[in-house]
Every structure is written in structure tokens, then in C-alpha cells.
């Protein structure tokens, strides 16, 4: 069986500020961990994924995410904080078979 | 780039009334989910299938919900009858299958039944 947790429901940062989403999975098999994001009244857009690659993955919007695999974590960063990041986001993780289990979601706010 | 479509976008019924939601995974995808999302539950798996197959649809309440893969461009999500806990938004999101690759999630079709 596969979970993930996410340790803050809810985050609120200064725009310019580094952004930090904290993940922890648990999984019985080598994971594949994503994290996407929703826009409010908006369908879920995928950030970025961990397939056993690099640990460290690189997604879009300037998001990065560093799996460890000794601390079961898969933390979401970005170095500065805009406007437009302002959502929910949600740290998901897939095992063998195919289903996505999802986190409860954080959701940012970004201060002007 | 490619999209999920899911059609309706939006949906207002009676309680009673059987609901049918569509969702027209990407060409070439073989794995394809329902899910569901609402404020208190979050997004729960409801079902899914791999090469039109399903594999899994325990999350679904099999009473009232049923869900199908006719051929591979259509996927449906079927309430009948209807009822006002059903109200929620409802995910579909296809895949090639390999838990490497992700999903592509469609915008939903917000169900609201009173």
C-alpha cells in the first residue's frame, strides 16, 4: 500500500520569498512521486515527477522537488514566490499498480 | 498540446435523475481514472481502467454508480439515480499506464444535484 502525507494544509509567503511544500510518502515498492498543482475552478496540472532518476527533478513554473529516499520525503521549493503560484497543490505517488494516491493538499497564498 | 476532454463542464439535476459524464482520453493512452473531489473528502479514487479494462472500482458506489469504457476514445461515469451527496467535481485523467510517466487530468465536470 502507498500514502503520502503533507504536513501543512495550508501556506502563506511573501511574493519574492522561497516557497517550501513538504511531502512524506510511504510505499512498499520503488515509487514514482509527482506533485501537481490546481488553480482554483481549474482541472490539476502536473509540476513535476520523480521516476528514479535524478533525485533531484526539476517541473515548470521554476518548482524543483528533492526525493530522499532515506527520510521518505519529497519536498516541493521554489526560490521566489509569484502572484500566479497562489493554489493548491498536491503531492501524489504511484506504485505498481498504476493508481495515484494523493495527499490532502496545501494550499499557498502569496502575500503582495 | 494534447487534452482530456470532459464533457459536461457543468451540471444542475433533480435528485433522481440519472447523471452521464463523458471523458475523451488522450489518443494513444491506455489507462484512464475517475475521480472525485469535493471540500470534506478531497479527491477520491472512484475507478479505472488499462486497455479499456477495469481494474479497480471499489471506490465507486456500486448501487448507484457504474462506469465503462465503450472503446478507447470514451470513458463514462454513470449515476442513476442521483442524489444531492453526489454533488462534487468529477476528475477523469488518462495515462500511458507506467507509474513513470504521470496523468493528464481533465477539467472536470462540477455535478451539482438538488
Known amino acids: 500500500a502507498q500514502s503520502v502525507t503533507q504536513l501543512d494544509s495550508h501556506v502563506s509567503v511573501s511574493e519574492g520569498t522561497p516557497v517550501l511544500l513538504r511531502c512524506n510518502y510511504s510505499s512498499s515498492y520503488s515509487p514514482s512521486l509527482f506533485w501537481y498543482v490546481q488553480h482554483p475552478n481549474k482541472g490539476l496540472q502536473l509540476l513535476l515527477k520523480?521516476?528514479?532518476?535524478?533525485?533531484l527533478v526539476k517541473g515548470i513554473n521554476g518548482f524543483e522537488a528533492e526525493f530522499k529516499k532515506s527520510e521518505t520525503s519529497f519536498h516541493l521549493t521554489k526560490p521566489s514566490a509569484h502572484m500566479s503560484d497562489a493554489a493548491e497543490y498536491f503531492c501524489v505517488v504511484s506504485s505498481n499498480d498504476y493508481k495515484l494516491s494523493f495527499g490532502a493538499g496545501t494550499t499557498v497564498t502569496v502575500r503582495a | 498540446d494534447a487534452r482530456v476532454t470532459q464533457t459536461p463542464r457543468h451540471k444542475v439535476t433533480e435528485m433522481g435523475q440519472e447523471v452521464t459524464m463523458r471523458c475523451q482520453p488522450i489518443l494513444g493512452h491506455n489507462t484512464v481514472f475517475w475521480y472525485r473531489q469535493t471540500m470534506m473528502q478531497g479527491l477520491e479514487l472512484l475507478a479505472y481502467?488499462?486497455?479499456?479494462?477495469?481494474?479497480?472500482d471499489s471506490g465507486m458506489p456500486k448501487d448507484r454508480f457504474s462506469a465503462e469504457m465503450p472503446d478507447a476514445t470514451l470513458a463514462t461515469l454513470k449515476i442513476q439515480p442521483s442524489e444531492p451527496r453526489d454533488s462534487a467535481v468529477y476528475f477523469c485523467a488518462s495515462g500511458w499506464g507506467g507509474p513513470d510517466y504521470g496523468y493528464t487530468f481533465g477539467s472536470g465536470t462540477r455535478l451539482t444535484v438538488v
Open positions: 520523480y521516476t528514479s532518476a535524478a533525485t
Open positions: 481502467f488499462r486497455n479499456r479494462a477495469p481494474l479497480d
